[in-house]
């Protein structure tokens, strides 16, 4: 008869084999969760909840990815994908899968047609279907067989859309001006939608009468088309973070700018509003202040409607909440931007958010967020501490730009943004350039 085991150390056995497959399968799962990542993540993704990140000897704010849904994102321009639907208000889409046609420019226009190095061949087409049409609206119009008649049809105007190129894997976000192409070129070639050469530019469609060919079922100029689901908040334009001009196609945000540097900052949050397609060769960075509620849909509003920029408003590469948020507004930041008369070939802007320079002042967590951003501009585009206003070079004030870089000086109604503020700005900014 063998002998019997004692139960205390069964028991005591059985726990240790308990606690040692219990460590185990949490290692696994922590590696797995840790490949996973580097394989499918985005390189910098900041959507989860993180510890504050140093910016230049700085401690910066953790970004997390605005919402598609949020009042607050742009969905163009967050990083992310841009959110769409197969259908909205009733609207089915007739072509999800189609080739895209080249379609000539549309007129009435309000305030006048888009003329660009993206524009050629420049030849007019009618008014279009739904005008009049903002200068927006034509630059990057789109059109498909859209019914016109029945339930519904008269919410076809103006609708947005995102396209995507099956060849580039570039996405544009376009808007419902027209109806077309004909049945017949349908029939014939597969076309069942139609973009000016600005949209086709912005895919990446160099041969723009590849759709041409006589083959209904091939992929030359082939795009997807979905309803954009944030109709108020999605710019038009190139789709930043859903393969667009600014993505890699991963969907992820980009890692590096158009202009061949390094991604700028984990820290600039991407709300893209504005674009223009000339680039600079930044020699200067130009501080302004906003004059109004420190909140960056305030700002955004102000300068769209600021008619001293021209009818289309004025433009800014950043901007900087009162809550110390950095927002990169336009990409890459070497976009020509329309806010220091005189100096915008030259020059990147922020505006700070903030009535006046008491306040601005008085918010330490918005002027550390200053001082850093002005930190990795000038490193990032080699451009001089050193004011240097007449030679339209360094780290300026606006008022300085208006007193000193125009062939006659220009007085502002403002100190932009004030000389003690530009001290204090220039005094750390100095301070964290030769620490690092």
Known sequence: MGQQLDPKLLIGVCLVVAVVLVVGLGLLAAVAGFASQKKSGCAGDTSASVAPVALNGLVGLPVKAASSDSPDSDSAGSGGSVATVDSIEGIKIPYKNTKLGLEEHLTETKP????????????????GAYAP?????????FNEYWPTGGAGWEKIPHKK????????????????????????????????????????????????????????KSDKNRI????????????????????GSDSGGDGCAPQNDEDGGEAVSADFIKKIIFRDRRRIKPTALVLHYTAGAPDVNTTISALKSNSACGSGGCSVQMTIDGDG??????????????????????????????????QLLGNEKQFQA??????????????????DAAGKKGLLSHTEVGEKSCSASRKYSK???????????????????GSQ
Request: proline letters at 6%.
């Open 415 to 433: 100190p932009d943004p004030g000389q003690r503020y530009m001290e204090k700005v220039r005094s750390a900014v100095k301070e964290q350039m």
């Open 224 to 243: 997807t088309v979905a309803f954009v689901k944030d109709q108020k908040g999605a710019t038009l334009g190139p789709a930043d973070g859903s393969g």
């Open 133 to 141: 049409h903002t200068t927006d609206q034509e630059h990057w119009y």
């Open 370 to 387: 200053v001082v850093a951003a002005s930190v990795t501009i000038l490193k990032k585009y080699d451009i001089q501490f050193e004011e």
């Open 112 to 127: 006048k047609h888009y003329v660009g190095p993206d524009s050629k061949p420049l030849t007019f087409a009618g008014a």
């Open 325 to 358: 948020k950095i927002y990169q507004l336009m990409n890459p930041l070497t976009s020509q931007g329309a806010h220091a008369a005189c100096i915008n070939d030259k020059a990147i802007g922020i505006e700070i958010g903030g009535t006046g320079e008491s």
């Open 161 to 216: 859309l995102l396209i995507t190129s099956k060849e580039t894997g570039k996405s544009v976000v376009v808007s419902a001006e027209e109806a077309g192409p004909a049945a017949s070129v349908t029939a014939r070639d597969g076309i069942g939608a139609g973009a000016p050469p600005e949209v086709f530019a912005a895919l990446g469609l160099k041969d723009k009468g590849a759709a041409y060919d006589k083959s209904p």
